[in-house]
């Protein structure tokens, strides 16, 4: 059973750009509402899709640089990257069924 990993500035090359699957990193802040709305669903994701994908969370703010370098000004934002490059963005609370048809295509 995967869990989501926690990602840095420092980690993200190898963690997610250099990746063999599919990453989903939530970008998050402890103080967000909304992060810790989706928090359980992200878990869950990684619990069930964990042989398909690669589940991480970002705190965005001990971590500004990625989060700068993509472009994320609201969060919760979610990013699926696949070969180094971003395939998929959501932003906002969403349900996890909404998230899953999002990212369901692009799992090998």
């Known amino acids: 059973m995967a869990t989501p990993v926690e990602i840095t500035d420092s980690s993200f090359q ?4 250099d990746s063999d699957m599919p990453v989903l990193v939530d970008f998050w802040a402890d103080w967000c509402g909304p992060c810790r709305m989706i928090a359980p ?3 869950a994701i990684a619990e069930e899709y964990g042989d398909k994908i690669k589940v991480g969370k970002m705190d965005v703010d001990d971590n500004p640089m990625v989060p ?4 994320i000004v609201g ?3 979610l990013m699926l990257f696949k070969g180094g490059q971003v395939v998929e963005r959501i932003t906002g609370a ?3 069924d909404r998230i899953v048809a999002q990212i369901l295509p692009h799992m090998n």
């Open 14 to 17: 190898n963690e997610v750009l």
């Open 41 to 43: 669903s992200v878990k």
């Open 68 to 71: 700068g370098r993509y472009g």
């Open 75 to 77: 969060i919760p934002t």
């Open 94 to 96: 969403l349900p996890k």
